[in-house]
């Protein structure tokens, strides 16, 4: 039986983590023990930080609709209970983007709210 010779596969290997740490300062970009290890260490910073982006990117919409709604005399946790009893199923990114962009539109949305509060 031939001998197998592993060079082509662990060269293959190593080209394809040196490729990821492209950019990487010092020997982390170049000497494969250091590469190996900065390349898995952004890659956990990344899944982390894709979760977190979600939860600030849901913070900054938070913090639209409040403001647009305390313009209207009303405070966020009103309104969210307001749009709630209105039966309106509009996510916070599309309300967050109305109150930027189409005030009117919005204004009619939290007269709806307002409406649908006992009071």
């Given at each position: 039986m031939s001998r197998i010779k592993r060079g082509t596969t662990t060269r293959a290997k190593h080209k394809n983590i040196l490729e990821q740490a492209k950019g990487y300062r010092g020997r982390r970009k170049n000497t494969i023990r250091v590469a190996r290890q900065a390349?898995?260490?952004a890659g956990q910073y990344a899944y982390r930080d894709r979760k977190a982006k979600k939860r600030t990117f849901r913070?900054?919409?938070i913090q639209r609709i409040n403001a647009a709604v305390r313009a209207?005399?009303?405070?966020?946790?009103q309104f969210i209970n307001g749009?709630?009893?209105?039966?309106?199923e509009l996510?916070?990114?599309a309300m967050a983007d109305l109150a930027m962009n189409e005030g009117s539109v919005?204004?009619?949305i939290i007269a709806q709210a307002k409406a649908a509060l006992p009071a």
């Open positions: 390349v898995e260490k913070a900054l919409w209207e005399g009303l405070t966020y946790s749009i709630k009893l209105a039966g309106i996510d916070r990114k919005f204004s009619a």
